[in-house]
């Protein structure tokens, strides 16, 4: 029979058992934590002491709280959870209130709010300051509110992603990407972020007893309340770049005014703005991957964007010759495709504005050069003959192509007035539906360019040589009807409601009617009507271009055509998940983006209606924008610019030789968290993930 005794032990004894333990060779030493963060919360480039440091996890649901610490005399801290954090979740630190030690004596600040968004395995040490906070804020914004983070998987892991290209989270300081010579003196992006930072700081180091109601009231948005710590006037702005960023600016030299004698304002963050901007936005530019003269774009499941190249790098590139392969894009604008030639092979030769990503993340592109149809597999292999398929050299110059719901691939042919089927997206199963003006839909064809399917799987097609867009079911092409639009119709969009937004690269006017003239009598003398179309466009401003709105019936919706000052040139009509509309320009040196409010109002700044211009008068700038083809969101709510051409003297003829490469646009522009996101890849009407 077993007894059952309490056993007690002295401090000495359990001493004594701890040594005969570790003479045994036992472990004993405590349990490791999970996550261990040590750092250092900053502003104004000096500490912050007394400042509470909180350590969360975002996922879907509501974040949470992993673990807590106050800063030092020296504004040090330290965290550690037991917790492991699961591979799709995101880690985040928040830092609130406290004393900025470079105006030691002023006390604790409550208005002080920084953030950090570290990612699923943050780096250690780890700095939260006025520009971490910037970072965080503007690549995270379609999920962040106040102090809380969320949202789905992708979406969260490409934002915390995105935050390294603008700071260094270990340091504080610049990030790569930002000061990287494609962005650092080429835009205003820089300046633009150091000066936001420094308006944050002057809050966070009262350099004035009343920064931060000064601070709060220049950003109280046009809907809400005003914002109540840096962090949240961080987010005011972030949502609303637009709204008066006049008087943001107009705080710099109240706060950081030129002391008598010198030249130079007493900020913390250098370069500063010496102009107010349009818009408190900060585009990055991207290159590489054999990136050149960029036409459609789309994503993948997993975020990465592919896009068909006009030319290829090194070439003289004309347009009497579009020899361009395929280019892939990580999500943070790493390229994934070789440096030089990008992905080559399947008939890839001169990518157009013809791009779809299927259900199985394969990339169909349509060519020029090749006069083919050339798909890829996810990796970049070829699916397709060396000569891509061409139906036996039936094709002509190829254009639009999407996937759809039920899975078949459709693609256009612009030159011979072509309808591609993949019933199924089979390969070896396509056909041409018709061509020219033979029998319906082709008949109803004027140079079809884009296509895209409704939610009653009926088909649009915009003409770029017309004044009108083809419409047939998708199960009885031949049923074809005609809307009226504006003239040379380009990019489409279907919103969620199923109304069709229309680009017209040559406006509503009787301009347009005589230019589109002047294109078929070129065509049918067998000339190319591209110069005639792209320097008339280069030419265009503001509301020469307009974007027409047909309701699901193909009735045009009141109040278009919409004519705003940022649609000089519009070629891409792209809906995010709020149905508000987002158009990219070919047209001048340094196109514009712009955003429209769309059909569902209630997503639009208070007191606008459908297709009122939510961007800036002249549109979004900046981040070394060009003449634009395509422009893409994707489930970050990150904007996308493709950048075609640059130098339009350089396309046509015999160019300049010292500037004979620059016809091709040079890199893709992204304007990070400004767009609700939709699902990737995507196939049929926008959708949120």
């Known amino acids: 029979m077993f007894r059952v005794r309490t056993l007690f032990i002295n401090t000495a004894q359990m001493v004594a058992m701890l040594v005969t333990l570790g003479a045994l060779g036992f472990a004993c030493s405590p349990a490791k934590a999970a996550i261990r963060i040590e750092?250092?919360?900053?502003?104004?480039?000096?500490?912050?002491?007394?400042?509470?440091?909180?350590?969360?996890?975002?996922?879907?649901?509501?974040?949470?709280?992993?673990?807590?610490?106050?800063?030092?005399?020296?504004?040090?801290?330290?965290?550690?959870?037991?917790?492991?954090?699961?591979?799709?979740?995101?880690?985040?630190?928040?830092?609130?209130?406290?004393?900025?030690?470079?105006?030691?004596?002023?006390?604790?600040?409550?208005?002080?709010?920084?953030?950090?968004?570290?990612?699923?395995?943050?780096?250690?040490?780890?700095?939260?300051?006025?520009m971490t906070t910037v970072a965080s804020v503007w690549t995270n914004n379609q999920f962040i509110d106040g102090t809380a983070i969320k949202g789905h998987a992708l979406g969260l892991k490409i934002a915390a992603g995105n935050v390294p290209s603008f700071v260094d989270l270990q340091t504080g300081g610049w990030g790569p990407?930002?000061?990287?010579?494609?962005?650092?003196?080429?835009?205003?992006?820089?300046?633009?972020?150091?000066?936001?930072?420094?308006?944050?700081?002057?809050?966070?180091?009262?350099?004035?007893?009343?920064?931060?109601?000064?601070?709060?009231?220049?950003?109280?948005?046009?809907?809400?309340?005003?914002?109540?710590?840096?962090?949240?006037?961080?987010?005011?702005?972030?949502?609303?770049?637009?709204?008066?960023?006049?008087?943001?600016?107009?705080?710099?030299?109240?706060?950081?005014?030129?002391?008598?004698?010198?030249?130079?304002?007493?900020?913390?963050?250098?370069?500063?703005?010496?102009?107010?901007?349009?818009?408190?936005?900060?585009?990055?530019?991207?290159?590489?991957?054999?990136?050149?003269?960029?036409?459609?774009?789309?994503?993948?499941?997993?975020?990465?964007?592919?896009?068909?190249?006009?030319?290829?790098?090194?070439?003289?590139?004309?347009?009497?010759?579009?020899?361009?392969?395929?280019?892939?894009?990580?999500?943070?604008?790493?390229?994934?495709?070789?440096?030089?030639?990008?992905?080559?092979?399947?008939?890839?030769?001169?990518?157009?504005?013809g791009l779809a990503v299927d259900a199985s993340d394969n990339a169909w592109f349509g060519t020029y050069g090749g006069k083919s149809i050339a798909v890829f597999d996810k990796s970049g292999k070829p699916l397709t003959p060396p000569e891509g398929i061409t139906f036996n050299g039936k094709l002509g110059l190829m254009q639009g192509i999407i996937a759809t719901p039920n899975g078949d691939v459709w693609a256009l042919g612009v030159s011979k007035d072509q309808l591609?089927?993949?019933?199924?997206?089979?390969?070896?199963?396509?056909?041409?539906?018709?061509?020219?003006?033979?029998?319906?839909?082709?008949?109803?064809?004027?140079?079809?360019?884009?296509?895209?399917?409704?939610?009653?799987?009926?088909?649009?097609?915009?003409?770029?040589?017309g004044g009108h867009v083809t419409r047939f079911p998708?199960?009885?092409?031949?049923?074809?009807?005609?809307?009226?639009?504006?003239?040379?119709?380009?990019?489409?969009?279907?919103?969620?409601?199923?109304?069709?937004?229309?680009?017209?690269?040559?406006?509503?006017?009787?301009?347009?009617?005589?230019?589109?003239?002047?294109?078929?009598?070129?065509?049918?003398?067998?000339?190319?009507?591209?110069?005639?179309?792209?320097?008339?466009?280069?030419?265009?401003?503001?509301?020469?271009?307009?974007?027409?709105?047909?309701?699901?019936?193909?009735?045009?919706?009141?109040?278009?055509?919409?004519?705003?000052?940022g649609l000089p040139g519009p070629w891409a009509a792209t809906i995010d998940g709020n149905d508000n509309v987002w158009i990219s320009n070919f047209a001048g040196t340094n196109s514009p983006i712009t955003q429209l409010c769309g059909v569902r109002t209630e997503n639009c700044p208070p007191g606008m209606k459908t297709g009122d211009q939510i961007s800036p008068p002249g549109g979004y700038v900046g981040g070394g924008l060009q003449m634009q083809t395509d422009l893409a969101i994707g489930p970050a709510g990150d904007v996308w610019v493709m950048n075609n051409w640059q130098d339009i003297d350089s396309c046509f003829g015999v160019p300049d030789e010292a500037l004979s490469t620059r016809c091709g646009g040079q890199g893709v522009t992204v304007f990070f968290g400004m767009a609700k996101p939709v699902r990737a890849p995507q196939i049929g009407p926008a959708r949120q993930p």
Request: glycine residues 14%; hydrophobic residues 35%.
């Open 39 to 130: 750092g250092q919360v900053q502003a104004g480039g000096g500490g912050i002491a007394n400042s509470s440091v909180t350590l969360w996890a975002a996922s879907a649901g509501e974040p949470k709280q992993l673990a807590q610490a106050r800063t030092n005399g020296d504004g040090h801290f330290e965290l550690t959870s037991t917790e492991t954090p699961a591979a799709n979740v995101i880690l985040y630190v928040v830092a609130k209130g406290g004393e900025a030690l470079v105006n030691r004596g002023a006390g604790d600040n409550p208005a002080i709010a920084m953030l950090s968004v570290l990612g699923n395995s943050p780096p250690s040490p780890v700095v939260i300051n006025e």
């Open 177 to 353: 990407i930002i000061q990287d010579p494609l962005n650092s003196g080429q835009t205003p992006t820089l300046a633009n972020f150091a000066t936001l930072s420094d308006l944050l700081s002057a809050c966070a180091t009262l350099v004035k007893p009343d920064a931060c109601s000064r601070l709060f009231a220049a950003v109280t948005p046009p809907k809400g309340t005003a914002p109540t710590d840096t962090l949240t006037a961080a987010q005011a702005i972030a949502r609303y770049p637009w709204y008066h960023p006049e008087r943001l600016f107009r705080l710099l030299n109240e706060f950081y005014t030129v002391p008598a004698g010198r030249t130079m304002r007493p900020v913390p963050f250098m370069p500063y703005l010496s102009f107010p901007p349009s818009a408190w936005v900060l585009p990055l530019k991207f290159d590489g991957g054999g990136y050149r003269a960029g036409g459609k774009a789309m994503f993948d499941s997993e975020g990465n964007l592919w896009v068909g190249d006009n030319f290829t790098i090194g070439w003289q590139g004309r347009d009497n010759l579009w020899q361009g392969n395929a280019t892939k894009f990580s999500p943070n604008g790493t390229a994934i495709s070789p440096i030089t030639t990008g992905f080559a092979g399947g008939g890839m030769q001169g990518g157009t504005f």
């Open 420 to 465: 591609l089927h993949f019933p199924k997206g089979d390969l070896n199963n396509g056909q041409i539906v018709c061509e020219g003006r033979e029998k319906e839909p082709c008949k109803s064809f004027l140079g079809p360019f884009h296509l895209g399917i409704d939610q009653q799987d009926r088909i649009w097609v915009t003409n770029g040589a």
């Open 474 to 565: 998708a199960s009885d092409p031949s049923k074809a009807e005609k809307f009226s639009t504006g003239w040379s119709g380009s990019g489409l969009g279907i919103d969620s409601q199923g109304n069709v937004w229309v680009t017209n690269r040559l406006g509503s006017s009787m301009r347009g009617e005589l230019l589109v003239a002047d294109i078929l009598a070129r065509a049918e003398l067998g000339g190319s009507p591209d110069e005639v179309v792209t320097r008339a466009m280069f030419k265009q401003r503001g509301g020469d271009g307009s974007v027409t709105l047909l309701r699901p019936d193909g009735s045009e919706y009141p109040g278009s055509p919409f004519k705003g000052g």
